[in-house]
């Protein structure tokens, strides 16, 4: 069986996932369902980042003092990777694993890795004095800073001197320029490409891999006395959680991984340093990263200072789980900017899911139950035409566009009621009307099936209807908001 491999970021649990969060792991989730549809074997894998100062820092927060037991900060991440690990089960996301960074099976497999780096003499004692930004957990270049403060997070970043180790990143420059251009899709989407490439081309240096006097971290036999650098540990996460250490066949199964979906500001690490590590390593590189945009909240940007940060779970239990995916993956053309309004979520649901399927549906089911006993036959229709460029759009991640193609396939279907207008067949010709309801049901069916990695609870409501399972009207697909 064809195997897919899938992976979010792992993320920093410093706070409660956010709806930037939540859109990576539902677009991973979609893309999980939909090849699972098509019979592949397929592991999706998220989890938590939890070696970085960051949580620290938050738990220090959390508990209004410094210098933590390690019980204490412990606690703390069991907490909040347990509050990430509900999330996604309320959003109802079918992450096959969860990979916490404390895990044994990582940190094994981090001493492991490092160790393969070790002995090809990739990792040399140097000095660095430069700055460091927290929020970014990354060396950031004085060149790079806007009036002394780090672009990303307008906060000054730390002057640091210390003795640390390097990988020899360098080293691989032209490996890596070679892969990039002998895989055009490696690194999606390709407006990202140049970015990187000049990166790597004109930029990229040795990078240091190591943090003195870090009071959390994993360390290694090969470096006494230091803890790794976040970035190096975390990357290893997609190794960790398929066997890496102790299940070959496991691990030579999905490996390499068929799609790391990043935020755009982490694709250097995903497109340069961790291809460098694994070429290190002597390990198959990644088939696909995939950069996604950010979000604005009703047009700004979304920070805890202006109140505006969204939480998922809250948008989900008010319009439904599906609702919210649909917003997401139909208003956010994948791989670009966009925009999270709630004003916008409402309009969406009104038009295309109340009047839209909803009322297709509905209107169908209706009628059917109101003049038959029994479901009408249901009448073929060739829609291969359909099919083609909605696979298509999902080959190349353009979620958006496969929903659009739906709803197209929607708008026909009204197009027929209208035109064939049933209800007064109802009185006229019956033989009509059945055909015409299995003509309707057919389509809906197939739409159905093209919605079932998108919308999951909607398809398997509408699949229910075909087996006599509830009845539309009591149950609506999307009852009207109340005003
Ligand atoms: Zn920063």
Redesign the pocket.
């Known amino acids: 069986m064809e195997k897919y491999y899938i992976t979010t970021p792992i993320y920093y649990i410093n706070d409660k996932p956010h709806i930037g969060h939540a859109y990576t792991t539902i677009v991973a989730d979609a893309l999980a369902r939909y090849n699972r549809q098509k019979g592949r074997d397929v592991l999706f894998l998220t989890g938590t980042d939890e070696n970085s100062q960051k949580n620290i820092s938050a738990a220090e927060k959390h508990y209004g003092k410094e210098n933590l037991s390690k019980e204490d900060v412990q606690k703390y991440l069991n907490d909040m990777a347990g509050v990430w690990r509900e999330t996604w089960k309320k959003l109802n996301l079918t992450n096959d694993d969860f990979i916490r960074t404390t895990e044994e099976r990582h940190v094994k497999a981090v001493k492991k890795f490092l160790k393969l780096v070790w002995d090809k003499d990739d990792i040399y004692k140097g000095s660095y004095e430069g700055y460091y930004?927290?929020?970014?957990e990354?060396f950031?270049k004085e060149s790079d800073l806007e009036d002394g403060k780090?672009?990303?997070?307008k906060?000054e970043?730390k002057k640091i001197k210390e003795e640390n180790y390097f990988f020899r990143l360098s080293k691989y420059r032209e490996k890596l320029l070679d892969y990039i251009e002998k895989n055009p899709d490696f690194i999606m989407p390709k407006s990202r490409k140049n970015e990187v490439v000049s990166y790597i081309k004109d930029f990229m240096e040795d990078v240091s891999i190591t943090r003195e006097g870090l009071k959390w971290g994993i360390t290694v036999p090969e470096i006494p006395g230091q803890a790794l650098y976040v970035w190096f540990d975390a990357l290893i996460n997609y190794l960790s959680a398929i066997g890496f250490v102790d299940n070959e066949k496991k691990f030579a199964k999905y490996w390499p991984v068929d799609l790391h979906l990043v935020g755009k500001d982490i694709i250097k690490f995903h497109c340069a340093l961790w291809p460098a590590m694994l070429l290190s390593a002597e390990l198959p590189l990644p088939r696909q990263v995939f950069a996604h945009g950010f979000f604005t909240i009703d047009g700004a940007k979304m920070s805890k200072t202006l109140g505006n940060v969204v939480n998922p779970v809250e948008v989900a239990k008010k319009y439904g789980n599906d609702t919210l995916r649909y917003y997401l993956l139909r208003e956010i053309p994948f791989g670009e900017d966009g925009d999270f309004s709630i004003a916008r979520l409402e309009e969406r649901y009104n038009s295309d899911l109340a009047n839209g399927l909803g009322n297709l549906v509905s209107r169908t089911f209706a009628l059917a139950e109101k003049h038959f006993d029994t479901l009408p036959e249901l009448q073929e229709v060739d829609l291969s035409g359909f099919w083609k460029k909605y696979e298509e759009s999902i080959g190349e991640l353009k979620l958006h566009n496969a929903l659009a193609l739906v709803w197209e396939e929607i708008s026909k279907c009204d197009i027929i009621i209208d035109k064939e207008k049933p209800w007064e067949l109802a009185k006229t010709d019956k033989d009509k009307l059945e055909k015409i309801l299995g003509d309707l049901l057919f389509r809906i069916k197939e739409i159905t099936r093209a919605l079932e990695a998108f919308l999951p609870e909607t398809s398997e409501k509408i699949l229910g209807l075909y087996e006599g399972k509830g009845s539309i009207k009591e149950n609506p697909l999307f009852p009207r908001l109340d005003k």
């Open positions: 930004c927290e929020a970014c990354a950031i780090c672009p990303d997070h906060q970043p």
